[in-house]
C-alpha cells in the first residue's frame, strides 16, 4: 500500500545509533516529502458536491438553485447526467430554490439532489468528495463549525470581491469547476486548525451545561488533572480569543505551554490565531501576516500592559493551555471564530492544539495568498508584473 | 537501511490516484515523522570535538586552554584518554594557550590536539563531532559562517548571562558535557539557515570581485537569466538585510516570489530572517517572536512607506528574490548577519532560499526558546512556576 | 490688577490691521507667557490641607493620622500650631485613626481638624489650599473625580516605588512639605483634563439615569441639536475609553472635530487621552509618551480594521465628538478613568473637550516625568549621568 | 500700542505673591490668546509677492509665466496694475520665461517684475507680503530652507494631487488669490520650525567647514561648554534625523534634555520631528500622527534595541541635545529635512530647540489637516458627510 508512515515512523524509533548526518538527511527528506504532498493534485471522481450558503439570502438562495441545476444536469465521468447534490435540508421548504420545479426537470434528480444537515456532517463527512460554499468568509467559517472532524476539500466562491477565505470569482464557475472536476484535479490547502478544550476547575461554579453554541459537546467525562474536568470543545478556523468581557479589569492570564507555566499575561486579552487567522482579529492586535502553510500558532496579545510582551509564534507541537488564576479577580470570556462566548471563572482553563482535522481548501493558483494579501491591503501591487526572471 | 525517504517519494509520485483522505493521512503521517525526529537523541561517540573563540581576547585563551586540556585527559568510551580537540590555529603561537606545556602532559596528546583553519571547516566538516563556542552570540553567528555546507552539532557556552543562542553556562561545562557525551546523547535543535545569492545584471557597473568577506565565493559561471550572472553566495543563521546604506534617498526594491513579483518596497529596507533571528534586527524593526522549530521565512521592512506593508511570515519553499529596479534612483547594500556590506547596483539582485544546510544546535532543555525569550525580554517571568497540571 | 487677559484679548480684536510680523511677536509673547506661568513658584501661605486616601487599608489609616498629627503640631505662619487638616469624613469614627486621643491633645485641634464629604469638594474646592494624597495611582484619579470643577494643588506621596502621578516619596514627607510649605513655595503641573458629556438621542431607549457613578450629573436640561438630550457629564485625567463591551460585533464609531465627520471608525474601540493618561491604557494600544505640558488630545484606536489608521494627537482646542451611527449594529460603552461604564445606544454620542479645569499636580523636580518614563519603562537609565555640558 | 506682551510677562514677574486660582486663571486667559490668534486672519495689503518653483521643470516655469503674467496684471488694491512680483533669478536668462516679451506688455513692468536670490531671502525676508509655491513638498521644504530667519507667509500650490503642505489646487489659483489678496485675507498656521546646532568637540576630527549645504552657516565663535566649539545652524520645518550612516554597527547616543543626560539610546537612530513632519518620516518609523498646532518635539527612535523606547512628545520649550558618547564605536550622521548629511564624531553634539522663526503657511480651510490626512492614508473617508449636529 502506497505511503506507509507507521513503518517510517517505526524504521526511525529502532535505529538506536542514528548519526547526526542520517538525522539531518532524513530530517530534509521529510521536508521534501511534505512539499511533494503539497503539490500533488487530486484526481479522483467527483460524485457528491455539498453547497453551504445563507439559507436566508434571497440573492444567494437563486443562486444556489441555479448551481445545482447545472451540477445535476452537466454530464460527468461517462454518464448522461451529472453529479449528487446535497443542499442545506432548510432548501427544502424554499419557494425560492422551488425543488418540486427542479424534480420535474429528470426523473433521476429525485436521487441525485439531496439534503445535508448539520448531524449528517457530524456524522458522515465522508459523503462528500466536495463542498461549495456561496457567500463571505463568514460562510466559510461556518463550513469549519459544521465539520469539527474529517473536513472534505472545500471550494469557496465569492460573489462581489473576493476574500481572503473566497479566492474563486462565482461568475466563472462553470469554467472552475469544469477544471476542477475534470483531468486537472484540484490543488489542495491544508489549513491548520486548532481543537480547542474548555477545562474546568472542580471549584468553578460556572457550568459548561449553559452554552449553546456547539453542536457536539463532548461528554465531560474525562479528567486531565486533579480537580479538572473536560468541558466542550471546539474546531476552530481562525481564532480563539480569551478577553475580559464586559469587566472593566484588567485580564491576568497564565500561559503553560505543554505542562510548564510561560508567563502571566496581564492585557485586554489573547488571540491564539491560525496562519489563516492571521489576517484577521489578530492583524488588527498587531499580528505578523502568516502563509497558511507554516504550522505555527500565532500567538498575539490584545493591548498588554507589559511593552516587551510582543506578537509571538509558537510551533504547532506545543500544547497551549491559558488558565485563569485561582486568585484573581474575576473571569474571562472565550470565543471561538467570533462566536459561542463562553465564560471562565477562576481555576478554568482552555487547552488549544493543532487539530488532527485540518481544514483543506481548494487552491485558486500557486500564489493565491500573496493576491489576497495585495488585493486585501491595497499594496501597490502586481499591477506592474514584468516576468525578467 | 533505516529510512528511505527517497522510497517514499517514488511512492507518492506513483499514486495517481490519491484521495484526498489519503492525502490527509500521509501529511498527518509526515508531519508527526518531522516530530519524532526532532524529539529523538543522537547517542553516537563523540570523538572529535572543535572549540571556536575570539583568538584575541584572554580570558576566552585561558579557558580554552582549560576545557583542552579536560577533553584531553577525561576518559572516554572505554579509552584511557580523552577525545581529540580541534583549536583554532591561530592558537599554536599564543604564549596564554602555551601548547608545548599541553604537549608535555601526555605523549598521546601529540597526536590528540590539532589544529582547525577556516579551509578545514570548509573541505571537511565531517572531521568534527561537535563544535564547543566559547564566547557570545556573534562567536555563534561566526561558526555558521565558518561551515558554509554541511555543519556539526553546535553547543554554546556563555561567560556570563546566557544570550539567545548561548544556551548553557560554562560554569557547568563538566556536567553538561559528561552528559551529552555519554548515555544521554544530545538532542538537536535543525536551525534554519539562508542560501543567499547575488545575481549581477549584464549591465551592473559592480563587480563581485571588491567582496572580501567571503571565504569561499561561488564561481560566477551560472546564467540564471539572460542578462543575470551569478555572484557570491553565503549562508546566514539570523538574517540577510538590504538597505539604502549612506543614500539618504528611499530604497525601492522589487521582491520576487518564485518567479512572480509581488510588489515594489519603499522603505529604508528589508529585513529577511530566520525563526533563529526573529530575536535580532527583525524584533527592533517590529517583527514577531518565532519559534526557531518552525520553518518560515520573515519579511520585516525597515520604516517602510506605506502603512499597510506590516511584517509577514513567509513558507520555507518560496524562493525570494529581491532587486534593484532597473530604473530607479540608486544602489542598495546588503549584508549577510550583519557582515559584509555588498553594494548592489540597478538590476542587480539577491535571491534567498531555505538552506540544504541547516545549523544544529543542541538544546539545553525543552522550553529554552521560552527561556531564553523571557529571560532576554524581561518578561514577568516563569518565577511563580506552579506545576498544578 | 496684575494681568489682565481680557484687555489683552481686546486689544488683538480692536487690531483690524493685525500685520504678519505683528501676529508673529504676538504669538511668540504669548508663547513665552506660557512658560513663564510654568516656572513661576506659588508661595502662598497653606492653611488648609486636606488629605485624601483610601478610607479602608489599615495601613494608611495609620500613616494618615501620623501625618495629620504632624500637621496640626507643627508651628508654622508664625503661629504656634500647625495648619488646619481635612480628613475624610469616613474616618470619624475609625479606631484605627482615633479622633478622640488626638483632639485629646490640644484645644485647638477641635476647630482645626475638619472633615470633607464628596458634597464639600464639589461645593467649596476653595477651602482647601493643598490636597494631599496617600496611596497609588488611583488614589489620584479619585481626587480628580472628586473635583470636578477647579481643583486645589495636589501633592502625591508614594509609599513603595513612585508611581507615574505620585511623585513624592512617604517617607521624606517633613522634608517635602516643610519646603513647600515654607519660602520655596510650590510650582505646579497644570494637568489638561478633558470634559466628557453624554448626549442621548431622542429615539435612544438607553436612558442617563441608570448611571450611578457620577457625583454631580448635570441636569439634562439643555438641547445641542434636534433631537439631542444632553446627559451626563464627567471630567477625566487619563482618558475616555468607548468600547463594544460584551459585544462580539465590531464597533462602528463616526468621529467628529468641531461639527464635521471626519471618519468612521472600525475597531474594537477607541481611547481619547489626555498627555497625563498617555501613560496608561493609550500606551497598552500602541499610543505615543506624551510629555503632560502638551495641549493634545490623543486619540488611540483599539485593535483598528484599517491599518492606515494610527494614533494620533489633535489640538485641545478641538471639540471632539463619538457618535454611534444610527443604522449601526448596535451599542456601546463609555467608562471614564476606567469607571462609571454608561451604555451608548444608536444615535447616542459622547463629546469631548478640554475643560476650563485642569488638574494641578505639586512637581516634584523640574525633569519630573522623564524620571518617571525611565523608572516605570525600566529605561538603561539615567544612572550613568555625567554633568558634562 | 495694541498687544503689549513685555508688558505681561512683567506684571507676571512682579506678582510675588500669586496665588493658586490667579495662576490657573492666567493661564486659561493665556491658552484663550493663542487660540484666538490662531483664528484673526491677516488683512493686509499683498504687495509684493514671491514665487518659488524647480527652476529646472520646464512646466512649472511655464506655469510661473502665467502666474507672474495674471499678477502683474491683475488691478488690485485700487490701482491700474497688479503687484511687484520676485521670480527666481535663474529665469532671467530663460527662454520659456521669456522675460523680454512679459516686459514689452507694460512699461510699469520693468520696476515691478523683480527677482530674488537665496541672499536677498536671507537678508531680507521682509520685502515679501506672500511667497506662492509651485510644485510639491519638496519645493516647500526648500523654501524653509531659504527663509532661515523670519519667514513670509507661504501658499503651496499643487499641480496633481494635494500634499501634506500643499493644500491649494493650482486650477483654481484666481480664485484662491483673489479672496487671499481681497476682503478676506488669509489665516495663517504658524508651524514650528526646530533650530539646530551642530557642535563640535575640541577634540574631534571633523570639521564643520566640509560641509557645503549651509547657506549661512553661523561663525563658531560661541562656546557653550569647555571643549565644544559652535559650528553649522540650520532650520528645519519637517526633522532632524541622526543615523548610523554606512557603519553596520548600531548607534549609541546620548540624549540630554536641558542640561541633563534622559537615556543613553541603541538603535539605528532617532528622528526628532515637529508635528507637521509626523506625517514623513517619523510616521515610517513609528510615530503618531500630529495635528501642526500642538507645540511638541517628537522624539521617535529608528529600531531601538530596547522595546520599552517608544515614540515621544517632548514639551516645546525642552532644549534636546544628541551627543555621540566620548568612548564609542564611532560616528553618527546628521540630515536637515532629508539634506545636509553631516558627520558628527565622538563627543560631538547636535541641539534641536523650537525655533523662534515658524514657517507661517496659508490656511486652505478650517479641517485642512484632517483632509490631507485623510486623503492620503486613504481612510474611509470624510465622502459619507452628514452635518446632523
Excluded at 2 to 24: G, T, W
Excluded at 66 to 87: D, F, H, I, Q
Excluded at 162 to 188: A, C, P, V, W
Aim: contains cysteine; hydrophobic residues 35%.
Amino acid at each position: 500500500d502506497a505511503v506507509n508512515i507507521e513503518k517510517v515512523l517505526e524504521e526511525i524509533h529502532d535505529d538506536d545509533q542514528l548519526s547526526h548526518s542520517r538525522l539531518m538527511q532524513t530530517a530534509a527528506g521529510v521536508r521534501e516529502v511534505g512539499r511533494q504532498l503539497q503539490r500533488r493534485p487530486i484526481k479522483r471522481a467527483v460524485r457528491n458536491v455539498m453547497i453551504v450558503t445563507k439559507a436566508r439570502d434571497n440573492t444567494l438562495i437563486t443562486l444556489t438553485r441555479e448551481l445545482t441545476e447545472w451540477l445535476l444536469s452537466t454530464p460527468r465521468y461517462g454518464r448522461p447526467t451529472g453529479v449528487n447534490v446535497y443542499v442545506d435540508a432548510k432548501l427544502k421548504q424554499s419557494k425560492r430554490f422551488d425543488m418540486p420545479s427542479l424534480l420535474a426537470q429528470n426523473q433521476n434528480y429525485h436521487s441525485m439532489l439531496r439534503f445535508w444537515t448539520p448531524e449528517l456532517c457530524w456524522s458522515s463527512p465522508d459523503k462528500f468528495d466536495l463542498v461549495i460554499t456561496l457567500g463571505g468568509d463568514g460562510t466559510v467559517l461556518y463550513t469549519s463549525w459544521l465539520f469539527q472532524r474529517v473536513v472534505p476539500p472545500i471550494l469557496s466562491f465569492s460573489l462581489g470581491s473576493l476574500g481572503f477565505l473566497t479566492n474563486f470569482q462565482f461568475e466563472q464557475y462553470k469554467t472552475h469547476l469544469d477544471r476542477i472536476m475534470g483531468d486537472s484535479g484540484m490543488r489542495i490547502n491544508l489549513r491548520m486548525r486548532f481543537t480547542c478544550t474548555i477545562y474546568r476547575s472542580a471549584a468553578s461554579t460556572l457550568s459548561s451545561s449553559t452554552s449553546t453554541t456547539s453542536l457536539m459537546t463532548e461528554p465531560a467525562n474525562e479528567r486531565v488533572a486533579v480537580g479538572m474536568v473536560e468541558g466542550e470543545q471546539h474546531e476552530v478556523l481562525n481564532e480563539l480569543v480569551i478577553d475580559r468581557g464586559p469587566s472593566s479589569y484588567i485580564s491576568s492570564l497564565d500561559l503553560y505551554a505543554n505542562e510548564s507555566l510561560l508567563t502571566r499575561i496581564n492585557a485586554d486579552g489573547l488571540i491564539l490565531s491560525t496562519p489563516t487567522g492571521s489576517t484577521a482579529y489578530s492583524l488588527s492586535a498587531g499580528g505578523s501576516l502568516v502563509h497558511p502553510d507554516i504550522p505555527a500558532i500565532l500567538l498575539t496579545p490584545i493591548c498588554p500592559h507589559t511593552l516587551s510582551f510582543r506578537p509571538m509564534l509558537l510551533n504547532d507541537s506545543v500544547m497551549l493551555k491559558v488558565k485563569i488564576p485561582e486568585k484573581g479577580r474575576g473571569s474571562a470570556f472565550v470565543s471561538f471564530d467570533g462566536k459561542g462566548r463562553v465564560e471562565l471563572g477562576r481555576g478554568d482553563a482552555v487547552v488549544v492544539q493543532a487539530s488532527q482535522y485540518p481544514f483543506p481548501t481548494v487552491l485558486s493558483q500557486p500564489l493565491e495568498w500573496f493576491d489576497s494579501i495585495s488585493r486585501t491591503l491595497r499594496w501597490n501591487t502586481r499591477t506592474a508584473e514584468q516576468k525578467d526572471w
